[in-house]
């Protein structure tokens, strides 16, 4: 299920299904954009996607679970900073790890 845009919390992480990213720090605007990190031919690098329910050919995310409040601010997600790159990354990390754990403890209960 999508979270529509009117409940998306600015500066918080998103876990997104989109075109290019797979987690984005929602940044409001008159779009509703995510900054998330796109790998494209191996190169990684910040990149924003819009919301979906904007509509028009724009809008290629749907946000289907809230993360967490990031630490930055407005004016920092606006420059784009590797700090940024840095703290997605390893929230992207966190979040796979929690996930594979989660699966093996789910198997693990399932062969007893």
């Known amino acids: 299920m999508r979270i529509p845009h009117n409940e998306c ?16 720090i929602f940044t409001g605007g008159d779009y509703g954009g995510f900054l998330g990190i796109r790998e ?7 990149f ?6 904007l509509g028009g050919h724009c809008g290629t995310v749907s946000p289907k679970e809230e993360i967490c409040q990031s630490p930055f601010t407005e ?3 606006d ?3 590797s700090e940024i790159f840095e ?6 990390n ?9 699966k093996q403890t789910n198997d693990i ?3 007893v």
């Open 75 to 77: 004016e920092q997600l």
């Open 94 to 102: 966190e979040y796979l790890e929690c996930q594979k754990s989660q």
């Open 109 to 111: 209960e399932l062969d």
């Open 79 to 81: 420059n784009e900073s």
């Open 9 to 24: 919390k600015f500066g918080y992480l998103y876990k997104i299904f989109s075109r290019n990213l797979r987690f984005g």
């Open 87 to 92: 703290w997605l990354k390893q929230k992207e």
């Open 40 to 46: 494209k031919f191996g190169y990684e690098y910040l």
């Open 48 to 53: 924003t996607e819009y919301h979906y329910d």
